[in-house]
Each structure stands twice: as structure tokens, then as C-alpha cells.
């Protein structure tokens, strides 16, 4: 039995949400999600990213008004803010004036529910303006509020301009059984950050050709055949226990069982895929007496 192995929070991702995802759909998911016990979800301001302005801020309006029809059921946000499209690009704005507007904003949307405000995306190598950055960021957390980073093309410069932060922030990094660069990047500044794990299973990956899911399909995701034979080779030869039944139990249970791992966020499309997840997760707390 693994003895690093500890519980790790779910987080249920909304990007697919008013893309791919309609709304009844999303929300019956949420409200799954919650039923049984699970509290964390993660938004965007620019969520969907489906290259349809008008939808810009559909997912977290979608969010803000579940959280008002269900007062008796406290969630906890983690919302990534900065972006100022939703067709795919890395177009931002993280200036002070800025990131205080798209607060409020937020706030407004989601009451009390906030729980970790994330920059997304900074392409930046200017000191001073990730200080200012920073400097919002530090007063955010002040206030109670978790704060964290994802898609942080220098991340050095986060530790430079707020060093008291270094072990406090929340990481989010795509990551799954063949790849852990992303997080590699980050781990040698931030090694005591809390990492949450994204693109677990490679967008939907299916083994069968005859097989899409609806990631890969919205995404135009190609996994090349060499790749699906390494994940084909260490389905045969795993020794995670449980033994994984499918593919998606391989890549759920490799990143649970990855000590570098602290949350995982999983974005189901429907109800049988998230019942699916949480009974797998459920079978490895069984199996490596996390409970009883």
C-alpha cells in the first residue's frame, strides 16, 4: 500500500459548460456533485472558451445562479480571472484597476462562495507589473480569500514579487499519466504549493477510433497511435490498486495515487460519467483504507 497516499478534495470543472454541456445538464450535474458531499468548483470569468463572445461569462452567471437558488447548500469556488476573451487566446488584463472591477464582479455573482481567486494566464516578464499583480493578489489572500496561478509562462517572477506567498499559493497544471512538465515547472519555486491537476484524462481520450468524447471532439484533440499504445502498455502492466477496469480508472487512479497531487479537478459531461469517477475514487479510499 502506498503510504504517501492521503485523501485528495474533487473539484468539478465547468469549462465544458455552454459548450458541449447545455445548461439544464450542467446544473444537474452540480447538484450531483453535491449530493454527495463534494463542495469545490472551478470557473473562469471567460468560461466557455467556445470562440462565441456573447457567451463570454455564461459559465460563471450559470454558476452564480445555482448558488442563489441553493442558499441551504454552501459551495466553494475556485474562479481563474484575467482573461479577456473566450476564443482561445491569451489576451489579458492583470492590472490592479483591473483585477479590483472583475473582484467585485465576481463577488457580486458568486455571495460568499469565493474561496480562491487564480490568475489565468500571464505571458508577462515585466517585475513591476506582476508586483502590482502580486500586490492584489497578497491583499485577497489578507482578506481570507485562497489565491492561486495557472498558465504562469514565468513563474519565478511570482515568488520574486511576492515571496511571503511561495508556499501558500494553489496551482493549477495540466497533468496526467504520461505528462508532469507542467507542473515540473513550477515545482522547483513552489515545492509547498497546494497543485490541483487538470486534463486527467487527455481530453476524453477513448481507445477505440469509433469512440469520441465530447472534449475531444469540441478541441479537435489527436492523440497519436504510439501514444495510445504507452497507455495501452501500462493499463497491461499496472500495479495501482484497485486494479483499473478501464482507461479512465487508469488515469483517475495515477493521478490520485501521485503524492504530488493535491486536488483533482474532473469535468464530467454527463451524470453516468461522474457517477463513474466518484465510485472509482471511492473504491481506492476503500482500497487503501482512507476510509472504512
Known sequence: MNNFLFQKDLILGTALWGWGIDKSKALMILDNFVEKGYRKVDVATNYPINNNYSSYGQTLNWLGEWIRNNSAHPIEVICKVGSLSNT??????????????????????LKDSLY????????????????????????????????????????????????????????????????????????????KAKYQAYGINMGGLKIDKNEKAISTYLRNINIENSTKEIILNKMKNSILKPEPKSIFDLFISSVYQNKNISEIIIAPSNLKQLNSSLYFINEIKMAHKLIK
Not at 482561445?88 to 455573482?109: D, G, H, Q, W
Open 88 to 109: 482561445k487566446t491569451n489576451k489579458c488584463n492583470l492590472s490592479k484597476s483591473f483585477l479590483l472591477t472583475s473582484k467585485a464582479l465576481i463577488n457580486e455573482k
Open 116 to 191: 480562491c481567486l487564480m490568475i489565468h494566464w500571464d505571458n508577462r516578464s515585466n517585475l513591476d507589473e506582476i508586483k502590482e499583480t502580486s500586490n492584489f493578489l497578497m491583499n485577497t489572500f489578507n482578506e481570507g480569500i485562497k489565491v492561486g496561478l495557472s498558465g504562469i509562462k514565468n513563474p519565478k517572477l511570482y515568488y520574486e514579487a511576492a515571496p511571503s506567498l511561495r508556499d501558500k499559493w494553489h496551482i493549477q497544471i495540466k497533468e496526467n499519466l504520461i505528462n508532469n512538465e507542467n507542473r515540473k515547472k513550477y515545482s522547483t519555486i513552489f515545492p
